[in-house]
């Protein structure tokens, strides 16, 4: 079964630092991987999505992310962070691996926290 | 084009009763997906229509149901409502092409059960 995990809960920066929130994924085999945002009282928009077309993943608002597969990881970057990105983010996992499914299994998110 | 629209956004409703949400999708996608939203356990797949049937469940008890119409609107229902059921629940519709199945969610509708 096909499973991720974020670590960290809660990530703090100062506005202009990099930004690293890690992804990690169990799949049997070769996943589609997402990354959401989510803003209060919000419902979650896609930041970015890896199908194997390419490792590094460029999404939106400067936000990339990077699949190893040694690694089995999907972490999410942003070379400057802006107080516009403090948000709750989510990783997630198709449950069909590379198929596509129709259900999304989510990590349990990271609070991304920006301070001037 | 218009995003995915739920209805109602927030609701207010008393143990045991029942409640139905509504979700339009994005124009053009076929498949609608739930998912229960709450502090405690976090994003959960309630279940996924395509085409007016069910493709896939989640692990909720049977009080959760759901159906899509022809217009590929959804509608999910809880019966006998518990206290635990106070989440947010999400709506999502995927266009189902080859290649992109990236789903878009809606602002969701924020049940409360007292």
């Known amino acids: 079964a096909q499973s991720v995990t974020q670590l960290g809960s809660h990530v703090s920066v100062s506005e202009g630092a990099l930004v690293l929130l890690r992804c990690n994924y169990s799949s049997s085999v070769p996943p589609y991987l997402f990354w959401y945002v989510q803003y209060p009282n919000q419902g979650l928009q896609l930041l970015l999505k890896y199908t194997s077309a390419a490792t590094l993943v460029k999404g939106i608002n400067g936000f990339e992310a990077e699949f190893k597969k040694s690694e089995t990881s999907f972490h999410l970057t942003k070379p400057s962070a802006h107080m516009s990105d403090a948000a709750e983010y989510f990783c997630a996992v198709s449950d069909r691996g590379d198929q596509a499914g129709t259900a999304l299994i989510f990590g349990k998110g990271t609070t991304l926290s920006v301070s001037s | 084009k218009a995003g995915v629209t739920q209805t109602p956004r927030y609701l207010i409703k008393t143990r045991g009763q029942q409640v139905t949400l509504s979700c339009s999708p994005i124009?053009?996608?076929?498949?609608v997906s739930w998912y229960q939203q709450t502090p405690g356990q976090g994003l959960q797949f309630l279940f996924e229509y395509f085409s007016e049937t069910q493709r896939n469940k989640g692990n909720f008890p049977g009080r959760f149901s759901g159906r899509q119409f022809s217009n590929s609107r959804s509608e999910m229902n809880v019966s006998t409502l518990e206290l635990g059921d106070s989440a947010l629940y999400l709506c999502?519709?995927?266009?189902?092409?080859?290649?992109?199945?990236?789903?878009?969610f809606g602002p969701g509708t924020r049940l409360t059960v007292t």
């Open positions: 999502a519709s995927s266009l189902e092409l080859a290649g992109n199945y990236e789903q878009y």
């Open positions: 124009s053009g996608h076929r498949s």
